[in-house]
């Protein structure tokens, strides 16, 4: 098992313990993209209540291990790159963890954290309790900006979950308590949200593929046929929802055509020759073409996600891949960052 988690203080094991085994060194952009993600995690962390600025900077630095931002990132490297979405909720997972960290110390009444005094050392546990809410809530309005409803979701589920396994851990106390009730709670009290941070970097694929995919279905809407795909065709524009082919059409049409697009779609209804017309509009001045380009894009990135998830495999060398059998491996559990 690794060496940072098997470390023991007395001086026996010392000597025979080995130089803790950095993730970063064992990964030529994870320094880098962790130190991105710093300064995200900072800005996340602002207020403009003094108090609460202060405590919140307080809080976000110091000696943490950014685990959580390391694992999202290289599960989304192992899933095809670290794209802007991916820094983004590195930083917005480090703070939910921080925030929990708050809150954990009022629970546990500890006067320490990350190498320095907790929290409610400083300020008190009314003052913590704020904190970690404020942290918390921060990151999820910063999800709900960047990122689908999915993700959202499915983090509002994990911060449940965390919650079930903190109130079963103060509650289930003694020596009652069996090892599937043990592991049960420490699933949902700190490994699902390491899950959900796996989950969301590797969704970068999922989500090229899904956009390119209803790209192409809004495409066929406009210009295919019910015998081809099974279902009407032309609902997007009856109900006036206006698709990437027609966005591209009322950016470059002419004035007249421009002004025809955009009168049929502040009607209540429009009639077969309407919808003629704009299907004829969208094809003759490339809306249909960007689309498509756009829609191919998509699955350029989606193929070459795929492609590198094949050559992320041990046996390829994938470093992203390796970094994670680290994490799982000769690195467990600590050591991120040198
Ligand atoms: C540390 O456990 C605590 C956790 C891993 C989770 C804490 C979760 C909550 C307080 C509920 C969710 C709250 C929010 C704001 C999302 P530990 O006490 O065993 O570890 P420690 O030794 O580091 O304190
Ligand atoms: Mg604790």
Known sequence: ???????????????????????????????????????RIAALARSEVELLDEAGQYVVSGRGKRLRPALLLLSAEACGGVNPLALET????????????????????????????????????????????????????????????????????????????????????????????????????????????????????????????????????????????????????????????LIFSLRRAEEEERAFLQSALSQETLSEGQLGEMRRIAIACGGVDYAWSVCRKYLEEARGALLSLAEARPTHGGQAYQALLLSCGEAFPLPVMA
């Open 90 to 245: 590195a930083a917005v997972v480090e703070l939910i963890h921080t925030a929990s960290l708050v809150h954990d110390d009022v629970l546990d009444e500890a006067s320490a954290r990350r190498g320095k005094a907790s929290a409610r050392a400083l300020w008190g546990n009314k003052v913590s309790v704020l904190l970690g809410d404020y942290l918390l809530c921060r990151a999820v309005c910063r999800l709900e900006e960047i990122a689908a409803d999915s993700m959202v979701d499915k983090l509002l589920i994990t911060t449940q979950q965390m919650c079930e396994g903190q109130i079963s851990e103060i509650t289930e106390t003694g020596g009652g308590l069996n090892e599937a009730r043990y592991l049960k709670i420490i699933t949902q009290k700190t490994a699902s949200l390491m899950g959900f941070c796996c989950w969301l970097g590797a969704c970068a694929v999922g989500l090229k593929f899904g956009t390119a995919f209803q790209i192409a279905d809004d495409i066929h809407d406009l210009i295919g046929s019910q015998e081809s795909s099974g279902k009407p065709v032309n609902n997007d524009l009856r109900q006036k929802k206006v698709t990437l082919p």
């Open 1 to 39: 098992m690794g060496s940072g988690f098997a470390a023991a203080p007395d001086e026996k094991n010392k000597a025979s313990t080995p130089q803790p085994l950095w993730l970063t060194e064992h990964h030529p952009n994870l320094k880098s993209l962790l130190q991105e993600v710093e300064g």
